[in-house]
């Protein structure tokens, strides 16, 4: 198999979690080797599994650094790794994801593109460059019901990652969406 960067992104509760898993099946029927990977950071439903807020789940390795992926590829002689919540690991992530694209593997990430501030999360901006297929996916605005481009946080803090769930979060369409204050 060739290289190939799939990246799946969009706010809060537009099923990115859920088309990840699709895809990874979709692999397994192929008898293709997947590696699938969480940030330690992640701890909403399972710390052993990515889970979607619908309560599907994957068994995955969760890692603290994407550099980690690279010796379990290996380890595990996966073509396929699939990272979920890539924007927990900002900017350093991408040089990890370009060495197993080196190597031929097919990576695909999901995660969120903006943040409650509604800037770019890294490593979209660069992995936008380098991705074979982007896939923007968007929910339903909790205040209007038009489609969801961003995330609102409910809770006041600063921090641009707070691990949260529906009550922390809700998704947003571009006219319905305030930026968190700095």
Do not use: W
Request: proline share 5%; hydrophobic share 40%; charged share 20%.
């Amino acid at each position: 198999m060739s290289s190939r960067l799939e990246v799946i992104c969009g706010p809060m509760f537009s099923g990115k979690t859920t088309e990840l898993l699709r895809r990874i099946q979709a692999a397994r029927a192929l008898m293709q080797s997947v590696l699938v990977v969480k940030p330690t950071g992640d701890h909403r439903y399972a710390t052993d599994s990515i889970v979607t807020h619908t309560g599907d789940r994957m068994a995955s390795i969760a890692v603290d650094d994407l550099r980690e992926v690279l010796s379990l590829a290996l380890a595990q002689d996966a073509s396929f790794i699939a990272i979920d919540e890539i924007h927990f690991f900002g900017q350093p992530a991408a040089e990890p994801i370009a060495h197993l694209l080196a190597r031929g593997c097919r990576v695909l990430v999901a995660g969120c593109d903006l943040d409650h501030f509604g800037a770019a999360f890294e490593p979209f901006p660069t992995l936008f460059p380098l991705a074979h297929e982007i896939v923007r996916l968007s929910g339903s605005c909790s205040s209007c019901g038009g489609p969801s481009t961003h995330t609102q946080r409910m809770i006041a803090s600063t921090q641009r990652i707070i691990v949260g769930n529906s009550g922390d979060y809700e998704p947003r369409c571009a006219a319905c969406f305030t930026p968190s204050v700095r």
